[in-house]
């Protein structure tokens, strides 16, 4: 027998644009920092260029993780301002009617 729950959340506060903006500008920043950081690490490391150089290795995940960070917060912001222009149809749909 399966059985289940629904659960209602009725305190959840809508995100405000400038938020979110604010959350796009730190992710875009991190991701930034990131990419020099692996940079700097890859070019310190080429030296010995094999899978036991740890700081290459190091570097090259820095290098991948800024790109995941960047694209988290470019989607973060896209979903956002995609959710507005739905609530403003709606709203303005709302009053035509």
């Known amino acids: ?5 629904t659960a209602t959340v009725s305190s959840v506060k809508e995100s405000e644009p400038g938020n979110i903006r604010k959350l796009v500008a730190a992710t875009t920043v991190i991701a930034w920092a990131a990419l020099a950081i692996g940079l700097i690490l890859c070019l310190m490391n080429l030296g010995e260029f094999n899978d036991r150089n740890t700081g290459l290795m190091v570097g090259l995940g820095f290098l991948v993780g800024s790109v995941h960070i960047y694209v988290i917060g470019t989607a973060m912001g896209l979903v956002q301002t995609r959710i507005n222009k739905l609530k403003s149809e709606q709203s303005e749909q709302h009053t035509d009617e």
């Open 1 to 5: 027998m399966m059985t289940t729950k």
